[in-house]
């Protein structure tokens, strides 16, 4: 190897230093940034506040989203007005849960209110939210973010509804396409949840009669198996 030969590979050897040490400064940064984009660093993403009912197991703890944003601040309001707003009934229910999928918080909640209908009042609300960028995802976004069809997803639901309408004695004088506006399905009013390995869709749906003593939740939809 001459001279010159030598002076090009001490060069090349250089710049590979450089863009090593520059990757590495751009790593700790992100990283950092990541941690200061909570609203409290070092804490979980899902802070669970005692209140003065959390001793009610009906009601729980109220949980809130650890993270920055106007976007964020907006949610954890709605949280707080939909778990107050249950509070002082006896028979209504608020549960929650949450999970990390990758880089997507899923945050999961179930209000059950006890009304003059029937079979009381489920609500479902759901949101997924990028912790890197602590944006909220839409449905279509999640679904796009898990690199799935919305084709499929929807297909999947309508199987099960099917399912619903072959089995309830209201086939005999309804269509299908009645019978779901008769158990009040929209696709918009899916909540989407990241749970466990798998994306599940809630829908709070008007029970009938036959429907009471179909197996499972009627509610829950098992879409897609992600790993």
């Known amino acids: 190897m001459n001279d010159e030969e030598k002076k090009s590979l001490k060069v090349l050897i250089v710049i590979l230093v450089i863009c090593l040490l520059i990757t590495l400064i751009l790593f700790f940064i992100n990283n950092k940034n990541k941690k200061v984009d909570k609203a409290l660093a070092g804490n979980e ?27 964020i601040e907006e949610i954890n309001e709605e949280i707080i007005n939909n778990y107050f707003d249950i509070v002082n009934s006896e028979y209504d229910t608020y549960q929650y849960e949450y999970y990390i999928y990758e880089d ?33 995802l839409t449905n279509d976004e999640l679904i796009k973010y898990l690199k799935l069809d919305k084709n499929d997803i929807t297909e999947t639901i309508d199987t099960r509804l099917k399912d619903y309408y072959l089995k309830d004695s209201l086939n005999k004088d309804i269509s299908l396409e009645q019978y779901k506006e008769r158990i009040s399905y929209k696709y918009e009013n899916v ?23 179909y197996p499972g939740n009627i509610n829950e939809f098992n879409l897609y198996k992600i790993k």
């Open 45 to 71: 993403y899902i802070l669970e506040r005692e209140t003065e009912y959390s001793k009610d197991e009906s009601k729980g703890k109220l949980p809130l989203i650890n993270l920055k944003g106007k976007e």
């Open 104 to 136: 997507i918080l899923s945050l999961f909640i179930t209000i059950t209110k006890f009304d003059d209908s029937e079979y009381g009042n489920i609500n479902y609300y759901s949101y997924n939210i990028n912790i890197n960028s602590n944006e909220l």
């Open 191 to 213: 909540s989407f949840v990241l749970k466990e390995n798998n994306l599940y869709g809630y829908v709070s749906l008007t029970t009938t009669q036959d429907l009471t003593s």
